[in-house]
């Protein structure tokens, strides 16, 4: 009887407040025609100064939640991806656990920028496989527009707000998460950085704004998408043909374009919400996992792939047979 983690309840949530292309072009010097031809992204989501990472995670954690029929007290575990906590601890995942009152549940963050989702669905399905927990809460979740210059126009262009969870039960029905791969090139590291407020700069004396190497990201994400992807197929023995939906990190539409040709997996197969929310991070997974699940586009039985990659670098994908 082998166990595999099964997703029974998806729920998200972005800001109210929408920044449009015109917007920008406000702003810095840069045009709504620029921005849609490199990036494909016609507006973002923006969190108001009060509002943290905890707060969306909490909207879109109860959205999973009531999906799951699940209470908070049945949760045994609580694990954020995430790369902008509302502090550098407590953790997101240890004030989630508070505001649902989940009393019975372990808490953590995982940090890999906007691969975070997938690092965090292979550390919870590992976590199900094992016997260890029967119901895992997991959430990705990111705030960077504050940690953006709003005058630099190579990042403002591409990132949003938002929050998207999941809910986690056992299945032995052959159903679930049946394979994953994780990877980090630590030496690209330097190519997507936030360089102020960590232990090597505890005073702010650095910016505390990201700063990126847009070429050499764009090359990267084109090579870990198609890796990624590539990895989990051959781990799990289906072929590209079998998959149902492709759901990549919502970064910019000509890398997922690059990576679909290298595929050759056809572009039906591909779910993409990013004009609406530029680079949701962590969040941008879930948050396309949900709509995409409210569009009928996933159906009991369908091979679905999520793939992320990041700061760090870090990639990683999930093949799910998806099981209610
Ligand atoms: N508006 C108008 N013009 C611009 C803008 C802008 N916002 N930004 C740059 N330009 C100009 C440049 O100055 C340059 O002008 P020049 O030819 O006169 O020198 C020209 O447009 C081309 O600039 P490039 O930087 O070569 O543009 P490119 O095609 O590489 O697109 C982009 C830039 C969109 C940033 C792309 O490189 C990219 O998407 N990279 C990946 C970024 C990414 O996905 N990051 C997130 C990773 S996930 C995470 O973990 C956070």
Redesign the pocket.
Known sequence: MTIHAGIVGVGSKVPDKVLTNAD?EKM????DE??TA??GIKERRLTDYETATSDLAYEAAQKALEHAKVAPEEIDCIAIGT?SPDTLFPSVGCILQDKLGATNAAAFDVSA???GFNYGLAVASALIESGQYKCVLLVGADT?TKYIDFKD???????GDGAGAVVLKPFIDGSGILANHLAAEGAGGKH?VMPGGGSRDPELRKSRY?S?D??E??KF?VRALETSVQKVLDKSGFKIEDVDLLIP?Q??V??INHALKKLRLPKEKVYVNLQKYG?T?AASVPIALDEALSEGRIKKGDVIVLSG??????YGANLIKWSV
Do not use: Y
């Open positions: 920008l810095v010097d840069t045009s620029w921005i490199r990036t790369s920028a906007c691969s960077l126009r190579n990042t403002c262009i591409l990132f997507l990201m990126m847009g070429k990201v764009f994400a990190h970064a910019n000509r890398i680079n991070s990659f990041g700061a760090g670098l870090t």
